[in-house]
């Protein structure tokens, strides 16, 4: 029998985790976490890891096993997630993936796209405008020099704007002419599940969410990372609203106001 990934795509809130731990208890399977901010065992109310309670026994993979002090990408990702499928396949004809981290299942299903090598020079100009502008000045630069990237980017992810930026300065290219140019065989076939919700309903869910992140001590977890609010694990929503206001800039209130708002924002792109 060929073996068989179930990949659970979609929005922020939109339902994934239950759907995919009862798809791992009817197959008597195992899950691929796919989402690039709960490989991080620092960060837990902010990222929605599952619970205990709502992974029912069910063994999840790259959930929370890796230091934010030890940055960790999409093409790590793929290496250890075709180590860990080849191992999982030994027991199990089909096993769960399931995250709304994009380029995180793209990476393991289809393989990473090929890029130029970054010079520093490029480096040099993205960082000298991250630090005179902020990520206001990235995704304007973004917009104007790949606006079809820019379209479909995650603009809060100052990592991955940088990175864009980065290419289409060495390249002289858009960042986007280098995507998608092949697809690496597997040995492994892929069903992908893409769920969805009326878009007011997913809305009273992010928020709903973040009220309950906030009840669970969301504050307090972010107030414990504040130290190291500079690392890039940490450049995410969430965690940088709270850094804002920890530095009285905003009003708590306001500060779980953003985070509505930009997890909506985060969600109508994924």
């Known amino acids: 029998m060929s073996k068989r990934l179930i990949y659970v795509a979609g929005p922020t809130a939109v339902g994934k985790t239950a759907l995919s731990v009862a798809l791992a208890h009817h197959y ?3 899950i691929i976490s796919c989402d690039a901010r ?5 960060m837990t109310l902010g990222t929605a890891v ?3 309670e709502e992974q029912q026994g069910v063994p999840h993979h790259f959930i929370q096993h890796r230091s934010i002090h030890s940055p960790y990408g999409a093409g790590d990702f793929e290496k250890e997630g075709l180590e860990l499928l080849k191992r999982l396949f030994q027991k199990h004809d089909l096993v769960v993936m399931v995250g709304g981290s994009g380029l995180y299942a793209k990476a393991l299903v289809e393989g990473l796209d ?6 520093q020079t490029a480096i040099n100009i993205v960082s000298q405008l991250y630090k005179r502008s902020g990520i206001a000045g990235l995704q ?3 917009e104007e020099k790949d606006p079809d990237y820019y379209a479909v980017a995650d603009r809060q992810n100052p990592r991955r704007l940088i990175r864009a930026l980065e290419v289409c300065e060495t390249a002289d290219k858009p960042y986007s002419s280098f995507l998608r140019k092949t697809v690496k065989e597997r040995f492994f076939k892929t069903q992908t599940f893409c769920l969805t919700r009326p878009r007011a309903a997913l809305y009273d869910r992010i928020n709903q969410r973040v009220d309950q992140m906030v009840a669970m001590g969301l504050q307090a977890e972010a107030q414990s990372l504040f130290p ?3 690392l890039p694990a940490l ?3 969430g965690y940088q609203e709270w850094f804002s206001h920890f530095e ?3 009003t708590a209130e306001h500060a779980i106001a953003e985070i509505k708002k930009n997890t909506r924002r985060y969600a109508k792109r994924q």
């Open 228 to 230: 190291h609010r500079k």
């Open 28 to 30: 008597q399977t195992e």
């Open 50 to 52: 599952p619970t205990p």
């Open 248 to 250: 009285g800039k905003t």
């Open 38 to 42: 709960q490989v991080y065992r620092e």
């Open 114 to 119: 090929d890029f130029p090598a970054v010079n």
């Open 140 to 142: 304007k630069a973004l």
């Open 235 to 237: 450049q995410t929503v």
